[in-house]
């Protein structure tokens, strides 16, 4: 093993960390403010690359017009499941908005086949995000540069919201307490919906890069990179935005330098990422950067 | 300013409040006292759209608060200082402020309005970047207290902000509610430290599950055998 490949196999793991970490950050943040693993997160992914498919293949829109609508209205969609699905269910015990998330989650999965069909379809990568750079035996893929910078973009975009302006203010105190932000004169739902706009609009832009690295877009294509996003979620610590980013980078490393080190592993891929939650909720439930909270 | 008529609030089927009347008049101090489990924390939630009202009317400077959200009647005024303080662990003590000012776009007024809650309470002036949760009991109520007066309340409801603290720094809380009221702020004060109360109170009001046995000045129930024996733990004849 040379350091070529070494360092060959980083950009590949920093790539799916990048995409892990983007997805992550919408589950963190989502349960950050009402405390619920949104299930149904991973399935905005595909919606996300529905419409960016269809508005280049079928409508022949230009890319950055179609990825923006694309955008648009997976956030819209992400409002629409939390006043639709999670709101009525605000102050019910936690487990039934759960398992009204992983229902959503089947719902969206399962109108993808009944109105689109089952068949994977092949997502256009747009000539922007081909071609690479070659250092002698390094290859160096545009889309991993533009994952990269996009992914370090939005985390700062999220980091600066969250702690720098009045709605992130909002976001911080309710995961604290709902009832005193209400007696500030705080709109909670509204403060939820922005998260949720927050957290679906970074999902589609994961889901369109996810898709433009793994172009199949089929109706079940968000539940492993959705389960793997909540795995990075929780060992980053869930309801960290810092660690959502860095536990999606590390899972991306692992799995990748796993399969590097030990190519006959490969089909064990998978299990890389739940071991590491299985380790995690035993020993550090909390995750990396999570903090203890009060009951 | 505040009309409370026949409330009644029921938590799963038990009668909390069974149809109480009380008014709070504009620049008065008005007190609510009773035993734990009277009602009186239920009453201060019904009016600021935190329990629902079962029956009843509650009425604030015209408005009909029945069936209003919370964040609605925040914005009239009517500004509600929770029992238990209540401070954002995790936010600063500044953030806990704006926070309070939550509705308040014009950054100038903002800051005018910090710096007049720093002349009633200037420890927090200088705790500006402490995380909330690091502060003392009495320097939390301080904030709790300042927090409400950032959104410029015109009748502030406190629901035992004497509760748990040292002597010292109850008085401390007693001298501010009048301090507080001289401004020009209507004062609803939920108590079981009786006696303190009473002494700041212009009217005040005794509640026995859920009813209301009691009425007057705060003078008058200061002389009322029964308080007496009940609130103010002297013995009667």
Redo the contacts between chains.
Sequence with gaps: MDTAFVIQQLIFGITLGCLYSLIAIGYTMVYGVIRLINFAHGDLLMVAAYIGFFGIVIYHLPWPVAFGISILLTAALGILIDRGAYKPLRDSPRISALITAIGVSFLLENLGIVIIGGRPKSFPRPSLFEGDLQFDQLILPYLSLWVLGITVMLLTLVLLIVHRT?VG??M??L???F??????????DRVISFTFVLGSSLAAVGGIFWCMKYPAVEPFMGVIPGLKAFVAAVLGGIGSVSGAALGGLLLGLAEVLIVAIQPEWSGYRDAVAFTILIAILLTRPTGIMG?EL?K | MLEIQDLRVKYGGIEALKGISLTVEEKRIVTLLGANGAGKSTTIRAVSGIARIFSGAVRFNGHDLRGMPAHLIQRLGLVHVPEGRRIFANLTVRENLVMGAYNNRDLHDLNATMERVFSIFPVLGTRLNQLGGTLSGGEQQMLAVGRALMSKPRLLMMDEPSLGLAPLMVKEVFRVIEEIRSEGVTIFLVEQNANAALRIADRAYVLESGRIVLAGTGAELLDNPRVKEYYLGEAGE
Excluded: H, K, Q, W
Excluded at chain 1, 179 to 188: A, C, F, P, Q, S
């Design positions: 009045r203010m909002a911080r105190a995961s604290r307490d009832e005193t932000v209400r007696l500030m004169g705080v709109d909670v903090e009060p």
